[in-house]
């Protein structure tokens, strides 16, 4: 009875060579997802990977089918069930099950099981795949094929056809991911279906942009497209693109403004730019309207009706593919309607951030959430008179009596609450690592400053200049200090402050934690900002990031883990021939005269709109509209914006007034100093599965509890922790449990405090000793185990005990002697020399350990 092994050598292997399967096509022991990262404590380990036994490729970039192999012992269907569930995750059509001797099959192109003697071909299997794809392959042909094909026709199929053409591969470069792979081939399915407009919907950090170039280099490559337009919304997304795509070479371009290259294959631009100029004249308006052919728009849920819809709209006979980081909510709604209409809303693909962290391609999370009393409470101008707060009220600004935390740095300024934000993090920071990259998202470009200038200021002992930096558009350096931040190589900048200019599409791997001290009510937003920690980054050992939430934006958390399709959202279709008119005057609100040169945009449907400027006389018309209700967005220069929903009428007979206000400066903020402000709730939340929220008290009495079934004497404690190994046991098994010595000292505000002592007030409610008072207690009560060394062994132990005043008793082990002072000794064989031996040193630093624990106690 051969087992599983031999099964796959002896009997599997023959039979699929037998049926035309080259070695080129058979992958063994196909791990497709990474594992799923986990955490133990602050360290990273990952699950098994999954794995398929067998994956056969039609071509090189076309999975075909999973085979699952069972030992002879087992029926050939043993493993069929786990076979399709392979096959569904990988998105191939066939699945098998086999023991070597009998062949189960199942056919997801028609959903049926069969026995088989045989493995069917690969041309067999790519014919029936495309004849039910609807691919050009009749049914008639399927049913008829009965072999591989020759090898020149395999070579032209392969060469033509973009499903089987080859990836781009750098030598010695990744190749793509199995999501990836799937990505790839749904969008080039529904182009070669005839589709004209499709959505990708992949989370943050699963590299959207590498599969859009693979898209374009296998259209391009098969002759199915010659030129191809990446839009983006900032020049640093557009830049990535151009890189990413740098197997194209001088087939690449930039469109900027004022320039419209015609000579090349594959363009890059910003919108801005192709929407510069005058009417008629536009950048776009420049290129016919069929000069390019494919169209990939990046972050596409940011673009809004105006921007990119009348370029998409002029370049009518391309195909346009959207790309964005965001499931369907309602605030995209209109993005997932303008690209999924012809698919019934339904994305080519969608790939979840819960799904990248399941798969262990994406960095895990942990979240911490903490709240100070005014933002928990609101802020009376009348409380905080009582408090002898000084209060600074603009004579323009009628003050509200109470302001909640939406109003906060937005309509009034507190100083002290930022202050005392920064100064719990920074604490925070200490005790997680001051050196981890950090993005801080503000309340607005004054906020950012604020918020960087203390933390340089707290951070200013490392000794660097731009430890903590403001990135804003508005910032004449910004690209430059952006670059720096993103180098995973470079130690600064450390902290970058930003409004929004980080919330989409820069990639910072290396970035370890994402604050928010801004409220964010959007879903599609703060999905975007924690979207900026989701990267690996193995140069800075990055596996998982930290969240830490002062304003509540981490209750907006939802099931993008388990996307569940949504209806009953969006705008209704246009009912009847589009045959409806709105005319009208736009006039100012105060003095009724007539405004001029206003712009007009009447949103006719999911991003398709018609644009006019008003008259010299403030009129405006248009014919052409659909039945029903339309939104109408108005502007004209220094007035502020309106947007209004208004009913299309069967006639023109009826005129209607538009009033817009002028655009008044922005009101000055009341200002507030003085304030007492306190951290008032402190949660904590690690993300493995759903996770549990704590606040400090909570997580005080969660440790007790695993303290306690570990540890339940201080004898116990005290035995144990004076043992290294023993000690590092105890350790481990707390942090499994979320029990962190760090953690607790943090909270209970004693970072001078040893973990010992940590845990023993904790458990068992003994005094908090600092590491001070026992090391000055051990200098007072063991002199007599000093005076048994020699001077220069003394001098060892001398430095010693300062090391664990300032880290702890980690500090005693014998690394310590790789580090100065212990250089100039000659490392770890000159410091045991002073002793006598490697031996007597290890003695040494033994009874110094208990010595230190019974010191205070013995005093």
Known sequence: MLNEADTRAKLIDPKLHEA????????????FTKGRIFLVGDEHKRKTPRKADYLLRYSDSFPVAVVEAKDESHAPEHGIQQAKDYAKVLNVMFAYSTNGHGIEEFDFCVNRQKSLRQFPSPDELWTRYAASQLLGISAEKAAQCAGGPEEAAYFTRTQHDPLLFPYYHEPGGKAPWYFQEIAIKNVIERILKGDKRVLLTMATGTGKTFVAFQIAWKLFKSNKIRRVLFLADRNVLRDQAYNTFGPFEDARVLIEEGKAPKTRDIYFSIYQAMYGGQEGRRLYQQYPHDFFDLIIIDECHRSGYGTWNAILKHFNTAIKLGMTATPKRDENIDTYDYFCKENDGNPAFVYSLGQGIDDGFLATYKVHKVKTNIDRDGLSIEDARTQGAEIF??????????????????????????????????????????????????????????????????????????????????????????????????????????VDLLTTGVDVPSVKNIVFIKPVGSQVVFKQIIGRGSRTDTITDKFWFRIID??????????????????????????????????????????????????ITVLVGPNEQVQQRTDMHGRFAFQDLPHGEVQMQISAEGYRKRQITLSTLPDNSMMIQIELRCETPPAAKIRIKGLTV??????????????????????????????????????????????????????ASLQQKGVYPEALASVLKRSDVDSYDVLRHVAFNKDLLSREERASSFENLHQDFLDRYSPEAREVLQILLDKYRLGGIDELSPEIFRVAPFDRMGFAPGVAARFGGPERLRAALGEMQKLLYLAKEAA
């Not at 035309?20 to 791990?31: S, T, V």
């Not at 707290?458 to 200090?481: P, Q």
């Not at 009847?576 to 105060?590: A, E, R, S, W």
């Open 393 to 498: 009220i603009p004579a323009d600004v009628e003050p509200r009596d109470f302001y909640q935390m939406g109003q906060f740095e937005r309509e009034i300024a507190l100083p002290d609450r930022t202050k005392k934000i920064c100064d719990h993090l920074a604490g925070l920071l200490r005790t997680f690592d001051p050196t981890k990259k950090t993005m801080i998202f503000c309340v607005n470009m004054d906020h950012a400053n604020e918020v960087a200038k203390h933390l340089q200021n707290h951070f200013s002992y490392l000794g660097f200049s731009d430890y903590a930096v403001r990135i804003v558009s508005e910032e004449t350096e910004a690209k430059t200090l952006l670059e720096l931040f993103q180098d995973s190589e470079r130690q600064t900048p450390v902290v970058a402050t930003t």
């Open 20 to 31: 035309g399967w080259e070695e080129a096509r058979i992958q063994r022991e196909h791990y």
């Open 550 to 599: 002062y304003t509540n934006a981490t209750r907006l958390f939802d099931d993008w883990d388990r996307p569940t399709p949504e209806t009953g959202n969006g705008h209704p279709a246009p009912e009847g021939p589009p045959d409806h008119f709105l005319q009208g005057i736009l006039v100012d609100k105060d003095t009724l005269d007539p405004i001029p040169d206003g712009l």
């Open 678 to 731: 306190t951290i008032a709730e402190e949660t904590y939340l690690q993300l493995e599965a759903t996770g549990e929220q704590l606040t400090v008290q909570q997580y005080i009495d969660h440790s007790r509890q695993f303290i306690l079934k570990k540890i339940p004497t201080p004898s116990k404690l005290e035995d144990t922790w004076v043992s290294p190994k023993n000690r590092q046991e105890l350790i």
